[in-house]
């Protein structure tokens, strides 16, 4: 499928559901993005324990990380969405002007979210090294947004700063979430070294060729390609053999 093709298809996509989620007025759509907001952080929170979990029956046919990521997001969502619709079961009224200028921003940025997540859990899948014969882990759909790997840095920064957890050995190896004493240095950080996007394309079993063609093989991205980023671990897709890190539960 052609790059600019994908894209205006994501983006068509992206703008139907948006429209779609207008209709739940400005309240409606700033509890759905509040819902989907922390129902992505519990997904990537959980999704390795539970894809561990159905690897272990025997039943994941290598979707395991992708199943495991949709059905922590979805879940968490629908339960989130059932207990604000129980604490608040009436629309809260605005003027118009305000009304209108809520409900598009809620939406829209619950559209975005939700398809990160989504783009992110086709990363994970045990699918081409280039998803769609496009996506890789330089690749910033749509249109050089890079919404999946703005997750990614969101992600990356609630566990180093907003919900840190700090425990033994050096897990923020940059001291990006402080520059003085050891405290900063136990912060259980998500993907360190922005490593999460190439080693997932790295562990997709189809496609061959080097993947950093233009860093000459070098180990990491440190620039452009995925600064910040998240790292939910390496774990083998499909069978593949990836490098060896792991998530965690960094909250």
Known sequence: MPPALLDTLLVALMLFMTYVLTSEGAWGTALMFFNVLFGGLIAFNFF???????DSTGIGWGFSDMLAMMLIFCASVFVLRLATESLAPVMVKFPNP???VTRLAFAFATTVVTFSIILLAFHAAPVHKKIFGYIDYNTKPPFGFGIDHGWLGFFQY???D????YGHG???PYGTYGKTGNQYMRVQLFDPRGRWLLDKQEA???GEGPIMEDAGGAEAPTGDAAPAEGQAGSRPIGGAVAPTAGLGQPN
């Not at 390795?48 to 159905?54: C, N, S, V, Y």
């Not at 907003?162 to 957890?165: C, E, G, S, T, V």
Request: proline share 9%; aromatic share 14%; charged share 25%.
């Open 48 to 54: 390795e324990p539970l894809a561990d979990l159905i």
């Open 98 to 100: 305000v009304y209108q």
């Open 158 to 160: 609630t566990t180093g």
């Open 162 to 165: 907003i919900f840190a957890r």
């Open 170 to 172: 050096g897990r923020d």
């Open 204 to 206: 997709r079993p189809f």
